[in-house]
């Protein structure tokens, strides 16, 4: 089994602040990690939950993947992080297995880590990422 846990459940929200208020005050949840991500064009807010986040995410400019996103389909549930050892290896097992790349190779993610998309086609609807964690990390 190439995956070792949940990293991230990413839910596309049009007001991060708004977002963050209502997880702290229904939950309780405190953000760990809160970064903006410019070649993405999206600003992430980690809330951790056991051994994985969920990460509330908005754009920060019109053709972010998550503004299009937002403007098509609404505020929901984005993709899936999935936590690996080897993003590259990973990511070739999919694409063996028929699914899209969206990266054609594994790239910087946020928290330092190195990550891989792929298309929600062919993997059954679901956009995934591939999460390999820093050294140490
Ligand atoms: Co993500």
């Known amino acids: 089994m190439l995956l070792t846990q949940i990293d991230h459940v990413a839910i596309a929200v049009h007001d991060l602040e708004a977002a963050v208020g209502y997880y702290r005050r229904a939950f309780g949840a405190e953000v760990c ?17 056991g051994e994985s986040y969920v990460q509330l995410t908005t754009g920060i400019r019109p053709d ?8 098509s389909r609404g505020e929901g549930v ?3 992080g999935y936590r690996v050892e080897d993003c590259a290896a990973a990511l070739e097992a999919v694409v063996a297995a028929g699914g899209r790349a969206i990266d054609d190779a594994p790239r ?3 928290r330092g880590t190195t990550v891989a998309f792929v298309h929600p086609k062919g993997s059954f609807g679901t956009l995934i990422e591939l999460v390999e964690e820093p050294p140490g990390g």
């Open 33 to 49: 990690h809160r970064e903006v991500i410019e070649r993405d064009g999206v600003d992430e807010a980690l809330l951790r939950v």
């Open 108 to 110: 910087p993610g946020s």
């Open 64 to 71: 972010s993947p998550i503004s299009r996103f937002l403007e």
């Open 78 to 80: 984005h993709h899936v």
